[in-house]
């Protein structure tokens, strides 16, 4: 039992015959058929036990800790992943997948091999807005914000004290370009550019922000859209 994207697509598409269920926000692959069980932040609690899963995968930053207690008071086994680089979580999924599935799957090790090569190029300063009302961005010590750093784009609230910090649009560090994800909230090219006075890049959110088999093409992806 998967509660949260990223890893739910993870172990389709390297056994899908072991997940019994899934969140509703699971939208990859395509053609998952499993049960559902609400999101990522509102699990069904008492279906999730009703399927008798051997062991629920989440991450501790999409999952609350309240709903991982309440499955773990009904016996149910819960692996939590945190992490917060490339490399932390190609390590985390070998570990998890190794455990689950009983193998390393060659995608894996695909995105470790596409992710090995240092960037080399010019680089820019970046504002990443994650939401609107209030305005929020990437700060420190996250996934997407190693993606980027990764792609030449450094994160002008790297160092903030918050991981996500809130801002407002007129009163910005100095900045190249803006990031924006079509989630968690769904920037496009209609809505968000409009508020800048930089460059605005509308990227994918899954390839920015899902750690899993979207790695592997997530590079090409997001380098011609940052282009």
């Known amino acids: 039992m998967s509660i949260v994207p990223s890893l739910t697509e993870s172990i389709a598409h390297t056994r899908r015959a072991l997940l019994t269920g899934a969140t509703d926000w699971c939208s990859h692959p395509h053609d998952l058929d499993v049960t559902r069980v609400r999101g990522t932040k509102n699990p069904d609690v008492e279906r999730i036990v009703g399927l008798r899963p051997d062991v629920v995968v989440a991450n501790a930053e999409e999952n609350r ?5 309440a499955l773990r008071a009904h016996g149910i086994a819960v692996w939590v992943t945190t992490p917060t ?6 390590t985390s999924l070998e570990r998890m997948l190794s455990a689950i599935t009983g193998t390393t799957p060659a995608w894996l090790d695909r995105a470790r091999e596409v992710w090995s090569t240092p960037y080399e190029g010019p680089r820019r300063r970046a504002v990443v807005p994650i939401w609107r009302k209030p305005w929020m961005a990437l700060g420190r010590d996250t996934f997407a914000g190693d993606v980027l750093n990764r792609l030449g784009i450094d994160n002008v609230f790297a160092e903030s004290p918050e991981r996500y ?3 407002t649009p007129a009163a910005l560090p100095p900045y190249d370009v803006v990031v924006l994800p079509d989630e968690p909230y769904a920037f496009s090219p209609d809505d968000g550019p409009e508020v800048f006075d930089r460059p605005a890049k509308c990227v994918s959110g899954r390839h920015l922000t899902w750690y899993g088999p979207s790695l592997v093409e997530a590079r090409a992806v997001l380098s011609g859209q940052l282009a």
């Open 165 to 167: 910090p809130r801002f």
């Open 85 to 90: 680089t490339v490399e932390e979580s190609l």
């Open 65 to 69: 800790g309240v709903d991982l207690d």
